[in-house]
């Protein structure tokens, strides 16, 4: 995201609107007005998508005039007159933004999807006018070089550098022949980016495996065959199964189903998407992409794209990323191989000999953990109803930080699925407002994440609540039941919930030092896990749907003992996913007749990875990477998980996982400044020494 707009993509040219037509559309959009809805959040029910485009184009109207202003002042260029207003520009922009790209994400439709294409090319023109513009870029320089002489404080000269790298790196420097072309290449770039995800969301609904018999079940937890059921019904197929690649449906088919022919279906369903030479097909967006991308650094004078994005996060370099991955991959790998053997072991218990397959991994990979640890995860999953887990997250923040959460019942809502909740700080003072949207539909797009519908930012001298809301796509309910959660979900939620009180809690004056680089932003999120599964907060959370029955301390053994077995797989997947990133992003030519899935196999083959065991993420459904925002970048969760595990250390080491004095420092030194400081001499601040990755390789029982 370029910080100088603050839209990721973004571009297009305006569309100009006469009088009459816009004198209406200001009366009636909600966008064209302060939000009277508790706390200011977004009047989701008010909003048609008629409403997004005028807005979008005034959006834009104000912010060029608003540069424009700046730029012809007569005054010397200063931090006040020109850094400032350059930051705080854009505000309807920015508004009507933060809903659209959020309702995009976890509440789309066909005429929001095709609207998001008529806006890329016109936000990346933009906010190219912007970062390209000559005088503006002469005032921030003037700004720049004078630095010394201005008497700025931390966050401020923090502002100012991050503005001026901002124009360098979008182009400013070029010449106009150069800057002509990096435009053509930012709205191409966007343009395949959008189309990658669209792609992968179609490709995903479009999958169904349809089970008519009742022996085809054979093995599937009676939860995951009524929501199979339900799933028939709405779809005109009542009395029989239909199971989706949608997580919550695929991973517990593929972990349960006895039926191996129909294990084998739903597999390759799920690892062929974007890869079915259909109308939804993206082989050739991502060699397009990829070659694009490389163009782009190229022209910027960078050897290739992963050069250019790394120069800006903690990594530095692809060497240093490499180094990481290499040191982790031998261990995960050598523990796969053993996790490999338990599996065959198992099919030959079974009196059958062949090999395995990466559809039966994790079916006979449950049995092996039974067998080691007497463990079934459909044991835990009663003592894990949504409900308590979001609560047991809640009294986890509430023992660090004394903060407290409210549910809000009288509040616009993002999806009538979502809820939420008014989040104050220990003192009683408001500090914004979370939303919580937790299960599956054809309109969300797959995964989990963390967003906001405002950022965190300071009026008229006060700190405004952000607006946070957190994503996932969870198991649903069976009928007349809580849903309950699997261990992995259970993690996922508080996962997500550390990311939204990074944002909850941050408290900076600028948007231009809101970010932290996206090596570092996985580290609030990651080191919120560690808590998950600790037995004293189990014993608070973990009961029983039915008789409320705490989790017996005999579960809780079994579930700490089991809890780094499978880390073997679970890491090598990861790890193949971010070498392939890296790898694409590393190519210093692209050929247009790059193979990519050739290209993935040889990348991953050469570095021995098991046939069993696919890439997390193959790169025709590799939204990190191909859809933007982990572009060489998703080696970050391990990256920063060097930091988690480090910085849970810090809890261990006083004896007390709740110890209010690192709780604090956490807080202080990690989740409010947002980037006003290094990354690393943040968590140098905090933790008071450079982390190692031993306490990660404990962690993950690689070593």
């Not at 104000?62 to 007569?74: D, L, P, R």
């Not at 090999?355 to 835990?380: C, H, P, S, T, V």
């Not at 989990?448 to 609540?465: I, L, N």
Request: proline content about 5%; charged content about 25%; hydrophobic content about 35%.
């Amino acid at each position: 995201m370029n910080k100088l707009v603050l839209i990721a993509g973004a571009a297009f040219a305006l569309t100009a609107c006469n009088a009459p037509k816009e004198q209406k559309v200001e009366t009636e959009n909600p966008f064209f007005t302060e939000y009277t809805t508790p706390f200011g959040v977004p009047p989701f029910d008010q909003i048609k998508i008629e409403h997004y485009l005028p807005a979008f184009e005034k959006g834009m109207q104000e912010q060029a005039q608003e540069i424009e202003a700046i730029v012809n002042q007569k005054s010397v260029p200063d931090f006040e007159n020109t850094i400032v207003p350059l930051d705080q520009s854009g505000k309807l922009l920015r508004k009507v933004s933060a809903v659209f790209y959020g309702q995009n994400s976890a509440n789309t439709s066909d005429e929001m999807q095709e609207l998001s294409k008529q806006l890329s090319p016109m936000l990346s023109k933009h906010e190219d006018d912007i970062s390209l513009n000559p005088k503006l870029f002469e005032r921030v320089k003037q700004v720049y070089e004078n630095r010394d002489k201005m008497g700025l404080n931390k966050e401020q000269t923090k502002l100012l550098e991050e503005t001026y790298k901002d124009f360098v790196r979008g182009g400013a420097n070029l010449d106009a022949e150069k800057q002509a072309k990096l435009r053509e290449l930012n709205s191409e770039i966007a343009m395949l980016q959008l189309t990658f995800g669209q792609n992968m969301l179609k490709e995903t609904n479009d999958f169904q495996l349809i089970v008519d018999k009742k022996e085809d079940l054979s093995g599937l937890p009676e939860s995951l065959i009524a929501n199979a059921a339900e799933t028939a019904k709405a779809a005109g197929q009542e009395g029989k199964w239909i199971f989706t690649l949608h997580n919550p449906s695929v991973m517990p088919f593929l972990q349960y189903a006895d039926n191996r022919a129909l294990r084998e279906q739903i597999f390759k369903g799920y690892i062929n998407r974007g890869n079915n030479n259909n109308d939804a097909d993206n082989k050739e967006v991502v060699r397009k992409l990829v070659a694009k991308r490389l163009e782009k650094a190229k022209l910027m004078g960078y050897k290739d794209y992963a050069s250019f994005v790394l120069e800006d996060r903690m990594a530095k370099n692809s060497e240093n990323v490499y180094k990481l991955l290499d040191e982790v991959w031998t261990p995960a790998l050598n523990k796969a191989k053993e996790e490999l053997a338990d599996i065959q072991a198992e099919i030959k218990k079974e009196g059958q000999s062949f090999e395995a397959e990466g559809w039966d991994w994790r079916y006979y990979f449950e049995k092996a953990k039974k067998a080691k640890f007497d463990l079934d995860e459909n044991q835990i999953r009663p003592y894990l109803p949504l409900n308590q887990v979001r609560e047991g997250a809640f009294y986890v923040a509430n023992k660090l930080y004394g903060i407290t959460f409210t549910e809000l019942k009288d509040i616009p809502l993002p999806h009538p699925d979502a809820l939420a909740f008014e989040c104050k700080d220990k003192d009683g003072t408001h500090l914004g407002v979370l939303y919580m949207d937790f299960f599956p539909r054809a309109s969300k797009r797959g995964g989990a994440w963390c967003g906001t519908y405002r950022s965190q930012t300071y009026v008229d001298g006060k700190r405004q609540g952000p607006v946070v809301t957190i994503v996932c796509n969870f198991t649903q309910p069976a009928a007349g039941q809580p849903a309950l959660l699997s261990a992995d979900e259970a993690s996922t939620l508080f996962h997500e919930f550390g990311h939204g009180l990074h944002n909850l809690f941050k408290d900076v004056h600028y948007y231009g030092v809101s970010g932290v680089p996206r090596d570092f932003v996985e580290l609030p999120s990651q080191v919120m896990e560690h808590w998950v599964f600790e037995p004293e907060v189990l014993k608070v959370y973990a009961k029983h749907y039915q008789t409320g029955e705490v989790i017996p301390a005999d579960l809780i053994e079994k579930l700490d003992k089991s809890g780094k077995y499978g880390q073997g797989f679970a890491t090598t997947e990861y790890l193949a996913a971010s070498l392939l990133d890296m790898d694409f992003h590393v190519l210093t030519d692209v050929p247009a007749d790059l193979d990519v899935m050739k290209f993935e196999e040889e990348t991953l083959g050469k570095r021995g990875l098991l046939k069993q065991i696919p890439s997390r993420y193959r790169t025709t459904y590799f939204n990190h990477t191909m859809g933007g925002g982990y572009t060489a970048g998703y080696y970050s969760y391990i990256w920063a998980e060097v930091l988690d595990a480090d910085a849970y250390e810090a809890y261990k080491e006083t004896g007390d996982i709740f110890n209010q004095e690192v709780a604090g420092k956490f807080r202080n030194y990690i989740l409010t400044p947002g980037g006003i400081d290094d990354a690393m001499d943040m968590y140098k601040n905090f933790r008071g020494k450079e982390p190692g990755t031993d306490p990660l390789l404990k962690n993950r029982g690689l070593k």
